[in-house]
Protein backbone atom coordinates (compact mmCIF):
# COMPACT_ATOMS: atom_id res chain seq x y z
CA UNK A 1 0.00 0.00 0.00
CA UNK A 2 0.98 3.40 -0.87
CA UNK A 3 2.36 5.26 2.28
CA UNK A 4 0.83 8.78 2.75
CA UNK A 5 3.56 11.15 2.16
CA UNK A 6 4.73 9.21 -0.81
CA UNK A 7 4.71 10.96 -4.37
CA UNK A 8 1.70 8.58 -5.65
CA UNK A 9 0.32 9.28 -2.49
CA UNK A 10 -0.12 12.61 -2.37
CA UNK A 11 -0.75 12.73 -5.80
CA UNK A 12 -3.95 10.27 -5.24
CA UNK A 13 -5.06 12.42 -2.46
CA UNK A 14 -5.11 16.06 -4.29
CA UNK A 15 -7.32 14.09 -7.10
CA UNK A 16 -9.59 12.96 -4.69
CA UNK A 17 -9.56 15.87 -3.05
CA UNK A 18 -10.36 18.16 -6.63
CA UNK A 19 -13.09 15.65 -7.27
CA UNK A 20 -14.63 15.29 -3.71
CA UNK A 21 -14.69 18.88 -3.49
CA UNK A 22 -15.54 19.80 -7.16
CA UNK A 23 -18.85 22.13 -5.87
CA UNK A 24 -16.52 24.84 -4.36
CA UNK A 25 -15.17 25.16 -7.93
CA UNK A 26 -18.35 24.82 -10.12
CA UNK A 27 -20.88 26.57 -8.10
CA UNK A 28 -20.68 29.42 -10.21
CA UNK A 29 -21.11 27.56 -13.66
CA UNK A 30 -23.47 24.69 -11.90
CA UNK A 31 -26.48 26.50 -10.91
CA UNK A 32 -26.14 29.21 -14.08
CA UNK A 33 -26.55 26.28 -15.87
CA UNK A 34 -29.83 24.73 -14.72
CA UNK A 35 -31.21 28.34 -14.70
CA UNK A 36 -29.93 29.22 -18.66
CA UNK A 37 -30.32 25.88 -20.15
CA UNK A 38 -32.63 23.31 -18.32
CA UNK A 39 -35.15 26.71 -17.32
CA UNK A 40 -35.16 25.57 -13.66
CA UNK A 41 -35.59 29.51 -11.38
CA UNK A 42 -33.32 30.21 -8.53
CA UNK A 43 -34.24 28.42 -5.90
CA UNK A 44 -35.02 25.07 -8.23
CA UNK A 45 -31.70 25.13 -9.65
CA UNK A 46 -30.13 26.01 -6.05
CA UNK A 47 -31.78 23.04 -4.37
CA UNK A 48 -30.94 20.89 -7.27
CA UNK A 49 -27.20 21.43 -5.92
CA UNK A 50 -28.41 21.86 -2.35
CA UNK A 51 -29.52 18.16 -2.85
CA UNK A 52 -25.81 16.97 -3.83
CA UNK A 53 -24.65 18.34 -0.96
CA UNK A 54 -27.20 17.49 1.60
CA UNK A 55 -26.06 13.77 0.38
CA UNK A 56 -22.43 14.98 0.73
CA UNK A 57 -22.75 16.17 4.42
CA UNK A 58 -25.14 13.19 5.50
CA UNK A 59 -22.45 10.49 4.32
CA UNK A 60 -19.06 12.33 6.26
CA UNK A 61 -21.79 12.20 9.07
CA UNK A 62 -22.01 8.76 8.93
CA UNK A 63 -18.75 7.37 7.79
CA UNK A 64 -16.26 10.20 9.72
CA UNK A 65 -17.10 8.49 12.97
CA UNK A 66 -16.30 5.03 11.65
CA UNK A 67 -13.22 6.45 9.60
CA UNK A 68 -10.93 4.43 11.85
CA UNK A 69 -12.91 1.02 11.33
CA UNK A 70 -13.43 1.22 7.40
CA UNK A 71 -10.92 0.57 4.91
CA UNK A 72 -10.39 4.53 3.25
CA UNK A 73 -8.66 3.22 -0.35
CA UNK A 74 -12.45 1.01 -0.90
CA UNK A 75 -14.78 3.42 0.13
CA UNK A 76 -13.23 6.37 -1.42
CA UNK A 77 -12.91 3.83 -4.43
CA UNK A 78 -16.29 3.13 -4.67
CA UNK A 79 -17.71 6.76 -3.43
CA UNK A 80 -16.51 7.98 -6.87
CA UNK A 81 -17.07 5.16 -9.11
CA UNK A 82 -20.76 5.65 -8.15
CA UNK A 83 -20.42 9.70 -8.23
CA UNK A 84 -19.65 9.07 -11.55
CA UNK A 85 -22.44 6.77 -12.63
CA UNK A 86 -24.40 9.37 -11.10
CA UNK A 87 -23.32 12.26 -13.02
CA UNK A 88 -23.84 9.99 -16.19
CA UNK A 89 -27.20 9.34 -15.92
CA UNK A 90 -28.07 13.03 -14.72
CA UNK A 91 -26.13 13.85 -18.60
CA UNK A 92 -29.35 12.12 -20.07
CA UNK A 93 -31.77 13.50 -18.19
CA UNK A 94 -33.63 16.63 -17.99
CA UNK A 95 -36.65 15.65 -15.97
CA UNK A 96 -36.29 17.64 -12.18
CA UNK A 97 -37.43 15.10 -10.26
CA UNK A 98 -34.73 12.55 -12.28
CA UNK A 99 -31.96 14.75 -11.16
CA UNK A 100 -33.11 15.23 -8.13
CA UNK A 101 -32.31 11.86 -6.97
CA UNK A 102 -29.27 11.77 -9.27
CA UNK A 103 -27.56 14.72 -7.40
CA UNK A 104 -28.39 13.37 -4.07
CA UNK A 105 -27.10 9.73 -4.42
CA UNK A 106 -23.95 11.66 -6.66
CA UNK A 107 -23.72 13.95 -3.42
CA UNK A 108 -23.83 10.44 -0.99
CA UNK A 109 -21.01 8.96 -3.43
CA UNK A 110 -18.94 12.06 -3.30
CA UNK A 111 -19.21 13.06 0.07
CA UNK A 112 -18.27 9.25 0.88
CA UNK A 113 -15.08 9.39 -0.76
CA UNK A 114 -14.10 12.84 0.35
CA UNK A 115 -14.62 11.76 3.89
CA UNK A 116 -12.01 9.29 3.63
CA UNK A 117 -10.00 11.43 1.69
CA UNK A 118 -9.79 14.00 4.43
CA UNK A 119 -9.25 11.47 7.40
CA UNK A 120 -6.69 10.18 5.99
CA UNK A 121 -4.89 13.64 5.15
CA UNK A 122 -5.59 14.45 8.62
CA UNK A 123 -3.35 11.27 9.66
CA UNK A 124 -0.18 12.19 7.93
CA UNK A 125 2.99 13.65 9.19
CA UNK A 126 1.57 17.19 8.98
CA UNK A 127 -1.65 17.68 7.68
CA UNK A 128 -1.73 21.36 7.82
CA UNK A 129 0.92 21.00 4.65
CA UNK A 130 -0.76 18.09 3.15
CA UNK A 131 -4.29 19.85 2.59
CA UNK A 132 -2.30 22.87 1.24
CA UNK A 133 -1.05 20.77 -1.12
CA UNK A 134 -4.68 20.20 -1.91
CA UNK A 135 -6.00 23.08 -1.63
CA UNK A 136 -3.22 24.41 -4.98
CA UNK A 137 -4.05 21.52 -6.46
CA UNK A 138 -7.93 22.25 -6.76
CA UNK A 139 -6.59 25.89 -7.59
CA UNK A 140 -5.10 24.27 -11.07
CA UNK A 141 -7.94 22.13 -11.64
CA UNK A 142 -9.84 25.54 -10.73
CA UNK A 143 -8.44 26.98 -13.77
CA UNK A 144 -9.04 24.53 -16.64
CA UNK A 145 -12.58 23.92 -15.44
CA UNK A 146 -13.69 27.48 -15.27
CA UNK A 147 -11.77 28.13 -18.26
CA UNK A 148 -13.33 25.26 -20.40
CA UNK A 149 -16.78 24.07 -19.14
CA UNK A 150 -18.50 27.64 -19.44
CA UNK A 151 -17.66 27.81 -23.63
CA UNK A 152 -18.29 23.78 -24.02
CA UNK A 153 -21.79 24.54 -21.86
CA UNK A 154 -22.48 27.23 -24.44
CA UNK A 155 -21.60 25.39 -27.27
CA UNK A 156 -23.06 21.82 -26.47
CA UNK A 157 -25.65 22.65 -24.13
CA UNK A 158 -26.47 22.28 -20.49
CA UNK A 159 -25.89 17.87 -20.40
CA UNK A 160 -21.72 19.20 -20.91
CA UNK A 161 -21.80 20.25 -17.46
CA UNK A 162 -22.36 16.76 -15.56
CA UNK A 163 -20.22 14.76 -18.17
CA UNK A 164 -17.35 17.00 -17.40
CA UNK A 165 -18.30 15.66 -13.50
CA UNK A 166 -18.37 12.32 -14.29
CA UNK A 167 -14.84 12.59 -16.10
CA UNK A 168 -13.58 14.22 -13.20
CA UNK A 169 -15.34 11.87 -10.78
CA UNK A 170 -13.64 8.41 -12.68
CA UNK A 171 -10.56 10.32 -13.14
CA UNK A 172 -10.19 10.55 -8.86
CA UNK A 173 -11.64 7.21 -9.04
CA UNK A 174 -8.72 5.65 -11.28
CA UNK A 175 -5.84 7.01 -9.62
CA UNK A 176 -7.81 6.13 -5.88
CA UNK A 177 -7.69 2.40 -7.54
CA UNK A 178 -3.93 2.69 -8.30
CA UNK A 179 -2.63 4.63 -5.39
CA UNK A 180 -4.37 5.39 -2.81
CA UNK A 181 -2.42 5.36 0.50
CA UNK A 182 -2.42 3.50 3.37
CA UNK A 183 -4.69 3.90 6.36
CA UNK A 184 -1.94 5.30 8.74
CA UNK A 185 0.74 7.42 9.01
CA UNK A 186 3.88 7.33 6.67
CA UNK A 187 7.13 4.88 6.97
CA UNK A 188 5.79 2.82 9.88
CA UNK A 189 5.02 6.39 12.06
CA UNK A 190 2.91 4.98 15.44
CA UNK A 191 -0.08 6.72 15.63
CA UNK A 192 -0.51 8.91 19.06
CA UNK A 193 -2.15 7.11 21.84
CA UNK A 194 -4.74 9.84 21.36
CA UNK A 195 -5.41 8.54 17.42
CA UNK A 196 -5.62 4.56 18.58
CA UNK A 197 -8.43 5.11 21.55
CA UNK A 198 -10.37 8.15 20.41
CA UNK A 199 -11.84 10.08 23.28
CA UNK A 200 -14.73 12.27 22.27
CA UNK A 201 -14.57 15.44 20.86
CA UNK A 202 -13.75 18.62 23.56
CA UNK A 203 -15.99 21.57 22.89
CA UNK A 204 -13.07 23.74 21.07
CA UNK A 205 -13.89 21.05 18.29
CA UNK A 206 -17.58 21.28 17.95
CA UNK A 207 -17.65 25.54 18.09
CA UNK A 208 -14.68 24.88 15.38
CA UNK A 209 -16.96 22.53 13.27
CA UNK A 210 -20.02 25.03 13.36
CA UNK A 211 -17.92 27.80 11.98
CA UNK A 212 -16.67 26.39 9.22
CA UNK A 213 -20.14 25.01 8.43
CA UNK A 214 -21.13 29.04 8.50
CA UNK A 215 -17.82 29.56 6.34
CA UNK A 216 -19.41 26.81 3.60
CA UNK A 217 -22.86 28.65 3.98
CA UNK A 218 -21.56 31.84 3.47
CA UNK A 219 -19.19 30.43 0.30
CA UNK A 220 -21.87 28.89 -1.63
CA UNK A 221 -24.91 31.13 -0.88
CA UNK A 222 -22.80 34.01 -2.53
CA UNK A 223 -20.66 31.89 -5.06
CA UNK A 224 -23.96 30.05 -6.53
CA UNK A 225 -25.53 32.58 -7.88
CA UNK A 226 -22.36 34.82 -9.25
CA UNK A 227 -22.54 33.87 -13.22
CA UNK A 228 -26.01 35.08 -12.44
CA UNK A 229 -25.16 38.10 -10.93
CA UNK A 230 -22.72 39.05 -14.11
CA UNK A 231 -25.14 38.24 -17.00
CA UNK A 232 -28.28 40.19 -15.08
CA UNK A 233 -25.72 43.12 -14.78
CA UNK A 234 -25.38 43.14 -18.55
CA UNK A 235 -21.16 42.07 -18.09
CA UNK A 236 -21.84 39.74 -21.24
CA UNK A 237 -20.44 35.79 -21.26
CA UNK A 238 -17.05 36.37 -22.28
CA UNK A 239 -16.62 38.91 -19.28
CA UNK A 240 -18.20 36.58 -16.70
CA UNK A 241 -16.35 33.61 -18.30
CA UNK A 242 -13.02 35.72 -17.59
CA UNK A 243 -14.39 36.29 -14.27
CA UNK A 244 -14.67 32.99 -13.71
CA UNK A 245 -10.75 32.62 -14.63
CA UNK A 246 -9.58 34.91 -12.56
CA UNK A 247 -11.44 33.10 -9.66
CA UNK A 248 -10.04 30.10 -10.68
CA UNK A 249 -6.53 31.67 -11.04
CA UNK A 250 -6.77 33.35 -7.46
CA UNK A 251 -7.30 29.81 -5.80
CA UNK A 252 -3.66 29.03 -6.10
CA UNK A 253 -2.73 31.17 -4.17
CA UNK A 254 -4.27 30.65 -0.87
CA UNK A 255 -3.10 27.11 0.26
CA UNK A 256 0.30 27.43 -0.62
CA UNK A 257 0.32 30.93 1.19
CA UNK A 258 -0.91 28.93 4.09
CA UNK A 259 1.34 26.38 4.43
CA UNK A 260 4.50 29.32 4.10
CA UNK A 261 2.59 31.24 6.72
CA UNK A 262 1.81 28.10 9.71
CA UNK A 263 4.63 28.65 11.67
CA UNK A 264 4.25 32.95 11.84
CA UNK A 265 0.37 32.69 12.08
CA UNK A 266 -1.71 31.96 14.87
CA UNK A 267 -4.62 29.76 13.46
CA UNK A 268 -7.69 30.97 16.03
CA UNK A 269 -6.13 34.45 15.18
CA UNK A 270 -7.11 33.79 11.30
CA UNK A 271 -10.14 32.16 12.66
CA UNK A 272 -11.35 35.17 14.46
CA UNK A 273 -10.52 37.64 12.17
CA UNK A 274 -10.58 36.75 8.31
CA UNK A 275 -14.58 35.75 7.38
CA UNK A 276 -15.18 39.45 8.08
CA UNK A 277 -13.61 39.77 4.17
CA UNK A 278 -16.33 37.12 3.26
CA UNK A 279 -18.97 39.76 4.56
CA UNK A 280 -17.25 42.38 2.75
CA UNK A 281 -16.86 40.51 -1.00
CA UNK A 282 -20.30 39.06 -0.68
CA UNK A 283 -21.67 43.10 -0.28
CA UNK A 284 -19.59 43.88 -3.43
CA UNK A 285 -20.68 41.33 -5.18
CA UNK A 286 -24.43 41.33 -4.95
CA UNK A 287 -24.48 45.45 -5.01
CA UNK A 288 -22.29 46.71 -7.69
CA UNK A 289 -22.37 47.77 -11.18
CA UNK A 290 -18.22 47.97 -11.40
CA UNK A 291 -17.27 44.85 -13.54
CA UNK A 292 -13.49 44.91 -12.01
CA UNK A 293 -15.09 45.01 -8.16
CA UNK A 294 -17.20 42.31 -9.55
CA UNK A 295 -14.40 39.99 -10.39
CA UNK A 296 -11.95 40.90 -7.91
CA UNK A 297 -14.18 40.44 -5.17
CA UNK A 298 -15.36 36.81 -6.74
CA UNK A 299 -12.22 35.87 -6.80
CA UNK A 300 -10.82 37.51 -2.91
CA UNK A 301 -14.03 35.58 -1.47
CA UNK A 302 -12.16 32.34 -2.81
CA UNK A 303 -9.36 33.11 -1.17
CA UNK A 304 -10.42 34.17 1.78
CA UNK A 305 -12.35 30.13 2.53
CA UNK A 306 -9.30 28.11 1.33
CA UNK A 307 -7.40 30.11 3.06
CA UNK A 308 -8.98 30.30 6.25
CA UNK A 309 -10.17 26.51 5.88
CA UNK A 310 -6.75 25.33 5.47
CA UNK A 311 -6.11 26.57 9.13
CA UNK A 312 -8.87 25.37 10.54
CA UNK A 313 -8.74 22.10 9.18
CA UNK A 314 -5.13 21.91 10.34
CA UNK A 315 -6.15 23.10 14.01
CA UNK A 316 -8.86 20.27 13.91
CA UNK A 317 -6.38 17.49 12.73
CA UNK A 318 -4.47 18.31 16.01
CA UNK A 319 -6.98 18.84 17.95
CA UNK A 320 -8.26 15.28 17.31
CA UNK A 321 -5.13 13.36 16.68
CA UNK A 322 -7.14 10.29 15.90
CA UNK A 323 -8.35 11.74 12.23
CA UNK A 324 -12.35 11.77 12.85
CA UNK A 325 -12.53 15.64 12.85
CA UNK A 326 -10.80 15.73 9.49
CA UNK A 327 -13.04 13.16 7.90
CA UNK A 328 -15.73 14.90 9.50
CA UNK A 329 -15.33 18.01 7.51
CA UNK A 330 -16.99 17.34 4.56
CA UNK A 331 -20.23 17.09 6.98
CA UNK A 332 -18.59 20.80 8.16
CA UNK A 333 -18.70 22.00 4.21
CA UNK A 334 -21.44 20.44 2.61
CA UNK A 335 -24.18 20.83 5.35
CA UNK A 336 -23.22 24.72 5.17
CA UNK A 337 -22.73 24.61 1.09
CA UNK A 338 -26.23 22.63 1.08
CA UNK A 339 -27.81 25.32 2.63
CA UNK A 340 -26.23 28.22 0.59
CA UNK A 341 -27.55 27.28 -3.19
CA UNK A 342 -31.33 26.72 -1.58
CA UNK A 343 -31.30 29.72 0.47
CA UNK A 344 -29.29 31.99 -1.87
CA UNK A 345 -31.86 31.01 -4.71
CA UNK A 346 -34.84 31.69 -2.12
CA UNK A 347 -33.52 35.11 -1.34
CA UNK A 348 -33.02 35.86 -5.03
CA UNK A 349 -36.71 34.70 -5.93
CA UNK A 350 -38.19 36.80 -3.37
CA UNK A 351 -35.59 39.46 -2.70
CA UNK A 352 -33.56 40.14 -5.26
CA UNK A 353 -29.82 39.49 -5.29
CA UNK A 354 -28.82 42.90 -2.74
CA UNK A 355 -30.48 40.22 0.03
CA UNK A 356 -27.41 37.73 -0.60
CA UNK A 357 -25.61 40.62 0.67
CA UNK A 358 -27.35 41.34 3.73
CA UNK A 359 -27.67 37.81 4.78
CA UNK A 360 -23.69 37.40 4.52
CA UNK A 361 -23.01 39.77 7.16
CA UNK A 362 -25.53 38.08 9.35
CA UNK A 363 -23.50 34.42 8.75
CA UNK A 364 -20.53 35.69 9.11
CA UNK A 365 -21.50 37.48 12.39
CA UNK A 366 -22.54 34.11 13.57
CA UNK A 367 -19.05 32.20 12.49
CA UNK A 368 -16.99 34.91 14.46
CA UNK A 369 -19.03 34.28 17.39
CA UNK A 370 -18.21 30.17 17.01
CA UNK A 371 -14.52 30.81 15.96
CA UNK A 372 -14.53 33.10 19.51
CA UNK A 373 -15.78 30.59 21.53
CA UNK A 374 -13.17 27.62 19.79
CA UNK A 375 -10.56 30.15 20.89
CA UNK A 376 -12.04 30.51 24.60
CA UNK A 377 -12.66 26.47 24.66
CA UNK A 378 -9.07 25.78 23.67
CA UNK A 379 -7.53 28.46 26.73
CA UNK A 380 -9.87 26.44 29.33
CA UNK A 381 -8.80 23.20 28.11
CA UNK A 382 -4.98 23.84 28.43
CA UNK A 383 -4.68 22.97 31.93
CA UNK A 384 -6.28 19.17 31.66
CA UNK A 385 -6.17 18.25 28.10
CA UNK A 386 -2.33 17.72 26.15
CA UNK A 387 -3.12 18.54 22.76
CA UNK A 388 -5.07 21.66 23.47
CA UNK A 389 -2.12 22.59 26.05
CA UNK A 390 0.55 22.59 22.77
CA UNK A 391 -2.03 24.36 20.94
CA UNK A 392 -2.75 26.92 23.61
CA UNK A 393 0.08 29.22 23.39
CA UNK A 394 -0.22 29.69 19.60
CA UNK A 395 -4.19 30.00 20.08
Known amino acids: MTPIDSKRGLLALMVAHCAGMIDLVALPVWVGTLVAHYR??????????????IGAALASVLFA???TGIPARTAALAGFTV????FTLSANSTHFAVLAVLHFGGGLA??????????????????????????????????????????????????????????VMATAALTTLLFFPAHGRASGTPLPSAARAPAPFRRG??????????????????????????????????????????YGIVT???????????????????????????????LLITHTSSYVLYAAAG??????????????????????????????TPA???????????LGGTLVKFAGFEAIGYAAVVLVALELLMFQLTRRAIRDDAPVHPVARALAPRA
Do not use: Y
Open 299 to 328: ALMVFTIIFTHTFAFGLLARLDPSGRAAAG
Open 110 to 167: AGTALSFTHGTIGRSRNPHRVFALAGLAIGLFGIVFLGVTPGLVQRLGGPTLFVAFAL
Open 332 to 342: MLMTGAAIGPI
Open 40 to 53: FDPQQAGGLVTLFL
Open 205 to 246: VWFAIAGVALLATTQAMTISFFERIGSARDFGLEMVTLALVI
Open 83 to 86: GALA
Open 252 to 282: LFPAPIAALLEKRLQATTVLCTLPVLQAVFA
Open 65 to 67: PRF
